[in-house]
């Protein structure tokens, strides 16, 4: 799983992994950001969604 910004630039992201689960911990300012899995064709087909940090 990958963490981009609004302006798409990446933040932080996990390694690539298949099932399961991983932590990320990331310190981030307030804002909106896309979180998405980078393997190819995954983000298209629908593995992103928004972040929200307050
Ligand atoms: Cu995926």
């Known amino acids: ?4 910004s ?6 932080g992201a996990t390694p ?7 932590a990320l911990t990331l310190k981030l300012k307030p804002g ?3 979180f998405y899995c980078s393997v190819p064709g995954h983000r298209t087909a629908g593995m992103e969604g928004t972040l929200t940090v307050k």
């Open 32 to 34: 909106t950001y896309r």
């Open 16 to 22: 690539t992994f298949r099932g399961g689960s991983k």
């Open 1 to 4: 799983m990958t963490i981009a």
């Open 6 to 11: 609004s302006s798409g630039s990446v933040v």
